[in-house]
Protein backbone atom coordinates (compact mmCIF):
# COMPACT_ATOMS: atom_id res chain seq x y z
CA UNK A 1 0.00 0.00 0.00
CA UNK A 2 1.14 3.53 -1.11
CA UNK A 3 2.00 5.97 1.77
CA UNK A 4 0.13 9.03 0.53
CA UNK A 5 2.15 10.95 3.35
CA UNK A 6 5.52 9.83 2.45
CA UNK A 7 8.42 11.60 0.05
CA UNK A 8 10.04 8.87 -1.56
CA UNK A 9 13.99 10.35 -2.42
CA UNK A 10 15.14 6.43 -3.90
CA UNK A 11 14.26 5.09 -7.05
CA UNK A 12 14.53 1.20 -6.30
CA UNK A 13 11.36 1.71 -4.10
CA UNK A 14 9.27 2.13 -6.93
CA UNK A 15 9.74 -0.91 -9.13
CA UNK A 16 10.02 -2.83 -5.38
CA UNK A 17 6.45 -2.14 -4.78
CA UNK A 18 3.90 -3.68 -6.48
CA UNK A 19 0.99 -0.84 -6.02
CA UNK A 20 3.25 1.95 -7.22
CA UNK A 21 1.43 4.29 -9.15
CA UNK A 22 0.92 6.35 -6.06
CA UNK A 23 4.44 7.42 -4.80
CA UNK A 24 5.34 10.56 -4.17
CA UNK A 25 8.95 10.93 -5.17
CA UNK A 26 11.35 13.71 -5.41
CA UNK A 27 12.37 15.28 -8.56
CA UNK A 28 15.40 13.16 -8.87
CA UNK A 29 13.84 9.93 -7.64
CA UNK A 30 11.15 10.37 -10.34
CA UNK A 31 13.82 11.15 -13.59
CA UNK A 32 15.97 8.32 -11.95
CA UNK A 33 12.69 5.79 -12.20
CA UNK A 34 12.00 7.56 -16.03
CA UNK A 35 15.76 6.54 -16.91
CA UNK A 36 15.39 3.25 -15.81
CA UNK A 37 11.65 1.96 -16.50
CA UNK A 38 11.44 0.78 -20.20
CA UNK A 39 14.73 -1.52 -19.16
CA UNK A 40 12.60 -2.56 -16.07
CA UNK A 41 9.70 -3.72 -18.34
CA UNK A 42 7.54 -0.12 -17.68
CA UNK A 43 6.34 2.40 -19.88
CA UNK A 44 5.66 5.86 -17.95
CA UNK A 45 1.96 6.68 -19.30
CA UNK A 46 1.86 9.94 -17.33
CA UNK A 47 3.39 12.27 -14.71
CA UNK A 48 1.53 14.93 -12.47
CA UNK A 49 3.93 17.36 -10.60
CA UNK A 50 2.87 19.47 -7.61
CA UNK A 51 4.33 20.82 -4.13
CA UNK A 52 5.18 18.92 -0.95
CA UNK A 53 3.53 20.03 1.89
CA UNK A 54 5.52 18.32 4.44
CA UNK A 55 3.50 15.92 4.73
CA UNK A 56 1.01 15.75 1.53
CA UNK A 57 0.86 16.23 -2.11
CA UNK A 58 -0.28 19.72 -3.18
CA UNK A 59 -1.79 19.22 -7.01
CA UNK A 60 -0.51 21.35 -9.66
CA UNK A 61 -2.78 21.54 -13.19
CA UNK A 62 -0.22 23.65 -14.59
CA UNK A 63 2.09 20.31 -14.25
CA UNK A 64 0.94 17.26 -15.89
CA UNK A 65 2.13 15.23 -19.15
CA UNK A 66 0.56 12.48 -20.33
CA UNK A 67 1.01 9.87 -22.97
CA UNK A 68 -1.77 7.82 -24.35
CA UNK A 69 -1.69 3.82 -26.01
CA UNK A 70 1.47 1.52 -25.63
CA UNK A 71 4.31 1.26 -27.87
CA UNK A 72 5.28 -1.70 -29.39
CA UNK A 73 9.07 -1.56 -28.54
CA UNK A 74 11.24 -0.93 -26.29
CA UNK A 75 13.21 1.74 -28.24
CA UNK A 76 9.61 3.13 -28.37
CA UNK A 77 9.06 2.97 -24.34
CA UNK A 78 12.38 3.79 -23.61
CA UNK A 79 12.29 7.06 -26.06
CA UNK A 80 8.49 8.45 -23.86
CA UNK A 81 10.49 7.66 -20.50
CA UNK A 82 13.09 9.98 -22.00
CA UNK A 83 10.19 13.43 -22.66
CA UNK A 84 8.71 11.83 -18.72
CA UNK A 85 12.02 12.46 -17.65
CA UNK A 86 12.94 15.85 -19.23
CA UNK A 87 9.19 17.29 -18.27
CA UNK A 88 10.04 16.27 -15.15
CA UNK A 89 13.39 18.13 -15.41
CA UNK A 90 11.84 21.58 -17.00
CA UNK A 91 9.42 21.29 -14.45
CA UNK A 92 11.39 21.12 -11.64
CA UNK A 93 13.33 23.81 -11.84
CA UNK A 94 9.87 26.22 -12.88
CA UNK A 95 8.29 27.97 -10.03
CA UNK A 96 4.95 27.14 -9.66
CA UNK A 97 2.67 30.08 -10.91
CA UNK A 98 1.10 31.87 -8.00
CA UNK A 99 3.88 30.55 -5.60
CA UNK A 100 7.25 31.42 -4.70
CA UNK A 101 8.24 27.37 -5.32
CA UNK A 102 9.20 25.22 -7.90
CA UNK A 103 7.54 21.69 -8.51
CA UNK A 104 9.45 19.78 -5.98
CA UNK A 105 7.29 16.54 -5.59
CA UNK A 106 6.05 14.16 -8.85
CA UNK A 107 3.70 11.06 -9.14
CA UNK A 108 4.49 8.75 -12.03
CA UNK A 109 1.50 6.38 -13.43
CA UNK A 110 3.17 3.46 -15.15
CA UNK A 111 1.99 0.09 -16.81
CA UNK A 112 4.47 -2.95 -17.84
CA UNK A 113 5.20 -2.85 -21.50
CA UNK A 114 6.80 -6.26 -21.96
Known amino acids: MVDKQKLHYEAPDFFAEPKRNGFRLSAKAAIEICEAAASE ?3 ILGVEGGL ?40 SNRIAPGTDRKHDVFILTSTPFR
Open 41 to 43: GFL
Open 52 to 91: WHDPGFGSRLDSIWGKVGLPVTSEEAKNLNKEAASFIEKE
